[in-house]
């Protein structure tokens, strides 16, 4: 149990990479991971687009403000939602941000504990880029793109220090 917890407490977003494949093995044990995560009504509204060709991270990272390590990363994975499979009406529609965002950390933890490294790109809620990334990964209308995750062997050690802050815990009340 202590190891689970290592592993959550010093995972931390790596945006230099080795130049270095990642092997397949490893992609499907960190999509299973992320087909793990909890969903709302066990939706698992999910679907992951898996990018390796260069050209196409070099493209993404074009249509994107803050991917820049994608020019050097060793794959990236595009978390997409299938909106037909959702049920719930109203507010409840927004709930696939949730469950993505679940499958995404489940993803990163993944990533991390196979010695690998890996950092979140949003793209939802910015319509543009979600307009724009769509269309590079030829993702059909009805699905939304929540992220985008560069990942690959790291060339960088983060600092793990930790980030617990008492102050920010309430009992009972605020």
């Given amino acids: 149990m202590d190891e689970l917890l290592k592993f959550i407490n010093t995972r931390r977003s790596v945006r230099k990479f080795l130049d270095k494949s990642v092997e397949k093995e490893k992609i499907l044990k960190i999509l299973e991971a992320g087909m793990n995560a909890p ?34 990363a060793a794959a990236a994975i ?60 030829n993702i059909p209308a009805g699905y939304r793109i929540l992220n985008l995750i560069a990942l690959g062997y790291p060339n960088q050690t983060p600092d793990t220090t930790s980030r617990f802050q008492e102050s920010r815990i309430h009992w009972e009340q605020w």
Avoid: C
């Avoid at 109203?90 to 995404?104: H, N, R, V």
């Fill in 39 to 72: 969903s709302a009504g066990n939706e698992q509204p999910w679907h992951f687009v898996v990018v390796t060709d260069r050209e196409k991270l070099l493209a993404l990272k074009e249509k994107h403000p803050y991917a820049a390590m994608l020019a050097e």
């Fill in 78 to 137: 595009a978390v997409v939602a299938d909106t037909n499979l959702l049920k719930y009406p109203g507010p409840g529609q927004e709930m696939w941000i949730q469950d993505l965002s679940a499958a995404t950390e489940n993803i990163l933890l993944a990533i991390h504990t196979l010695g690998l490294g890996g950092v979140w790109l949003a793209v939802h809620p910015y319509e543009d880029r979600e307009k724009e990334i769509a269309g590079i990964l």
